[in-house]
């Protein structure tokens, strides 16, 4: 979802805007990308990236809010960031 919102700002006509968001989608998509990687190899690192992996998708998630109102695709992805966020922190209390 973060490729995808990210994708759809860079299509808006207020781009300039929407730097910082599209920023932290690339950012969500990679660092979630990674620990799913970390996390089915077991990793010894896998809980303490899940907590790095919470805290970035709850940065995307508040960044995106702030434009859920104008763009569908935002709200979306703040939704998802926000449910991934809590996924990753269980993880990392786990």
Do not use: P, W
Not at 61 to 86: G, I, P, V
Request: aromatic letters at 4%.
């Amino acid at each position: 979802m973060c490729n995808q919102c990210a994708t759809d700002c860079m299509n808006q006509s207020n781009v300039a805007e929407l730097v910082k968001c599209i920023q932290l989608n690339l950012d969500c998509a990679n660092v979630c990308l990674s620990a799913v990687e970390l996390m089915g190899r077991n990793s010894e690192f896998a809980e303490r990236f899940c907590q790095l992996c919470a805290e970035i998708c709850t940065a995307c998630a508040e960044e995106c809010a702030k434009y859920a109102s104008m763009n569908a695709h935002c709200k979306k992805c703040a939704e998802m960031c926000q449910q991934c966020a809590e996924k990753c922190m269980a993880m990392a209390m786990a």
